[in-house]
């Protein structure tokens, strides 16, 4: 392991470059568990870091990938030895500290997660930080009070990767999912998911946003924000919640404090990068367990000499579900 593949991007004042190159270890950052890397996956977050004005990596030269799993090849931290399967997603992983899309990676034993019984580590990639985040959306939600029986639950952005496995897993839990897009050739995709009715963005996203609206969803999933976070928060049932975990529709919400004090609305926020150790170790445990998502049909697997093309497509908005980078 003197010498592996990495994609790396680097930027200078006259150049930026972003491609899979030869690396070694003495070129990886500080850490105490090296782990030899199967696989990791294509997000947003990891587009924007292969661009020049993505305003995600802060310095250069550069290892992106937010999410890896692998296996512990050496280790000075107590939790882990040699052998070990383990997850790495969040904790600034492929935005200030080396990412995924290495054959290996040197991280602090902290952030790992060892492979909960259930998956396997391609599973665990499948899912990643935005099934991670779809499950966290879920829980929280739950911890709320919501069961199936208090109707209709939303999804927005629902061909992406945190949408979609936020459908799978809601329907797997006998949720009526609604999904909505802006994409109408994916209708069949979302319904194959497990969707009961599909809606337009524009179904979604009103075009003059009430303060208060006619009450439809129990819940809602919502990794868009902007004025579709708005707009749902005002079709929100008495005593529904929203799990907000994205900002790909704007970070302003143009909404009142009317859904909060009139219909008792709560507005949860989901955060997977700094989520604490022992509710990351419970969330990954259902996602090996009853939050498990029928990932048929929302997976791809790359190579890592494909990964710049898959970039380029999800920054183009043309990737749907989950793509999976192979590198072991």
């Known amino acids: 392991m003197s010498a592996f593949q990495a994609f790396v991007v680097n930027k200078t004042e006259t150049e930026f470059t972003a491609g899979v ?35 995600i990596v802060k310095t250069y030269p550069f290892v992106p990938g937010i999410d890896l799993a692998g296996v512990v090849v050496s280790s000075q ?5 040699e052998g070990d399967e383990v997850i790495a997603t969040g904790y600034e992983i492929g935005v200030t500290h080396f990412g995924g899309y290495s054959e290996y990676a040197r991280l602090h034993g902290d952030w790992l997660v060892p492979l909960p019984k259930g998956l396997t580590l391609k599973e665990a990639m499948a ?27 939303l999804v927005t952005g629902a061909t992406g990767g945190v949408g979609s496995l936020a459908v799978s897993m809601l329907s797997k839990r006998g949720y009526t999912v609604e999904a909505s897009t802006g994409k109408t050739a994916e209708h069949d995709y ?37 004025r579709t976070l708005a707009t749902v928060l005002s079709r929100i049932r008495y005593g529904g919640a ?72 999800i920054l183009r908005g043309e990737l749907r579900g989950r793509t999976v980078v192979r590198l072991g």
Not at 77 to 81: A, E, G, L, Q, S
Not at 127 to 135: D, R, Y
Request: glycine residues 10%.
């Open 21 to 55: 190159q030869t690396i070694s270890m003495d070129d990886l950052p500080e850490g105490d568990v090296v782990v030899r890397v199967h696989y990791s996956s294509v997000n947003y977050k990891d587009g924007l870091a292969s661009i020049p004005d993505g305003k």
């Open 77 to 81: 931290h107590p939790r882990f030895r």
């Open 127 to 153: 899912i990643g930080t935005a099934g991670f985040t779809a499950a966290l959306s879920i829980h929280r939600l739950e911890e709320q009070g919501l069961t199936p029986e208090h109707g209709p639950v």
């Open 242 to 313: 929203v799990a907000v975990s994205g900002l790909t529709g704007g970070v302003e919400v143009p909404t009142t404090v009317h859904p909060f004090i009139l219909r008792g609305v709560s507005l949860l926020g989901v955060d997977s990068v700094y989520c604490p150790m022992d509710l990351r170790l419970r969330i990954w445990e259902r996602l090996a367990g009853d939050l498990k998502p029928d990932l048929e049909g929302i997976v791809q697997e790359i190579s890592l000499a494909e990964l710049p093309q898959a970039l380029e497509r």
């Open 190 to 226: 979302l319904r194959a998911l497990g969707a009961k009715e599909v809606l337009t963005r524009e179904d979604v996203t009103a075009e003059r946003i009430r303060p208060l609206d006619k009450q439809r969803w129990a819940a809602a999933v919502d990794p868009v924000g902007g």
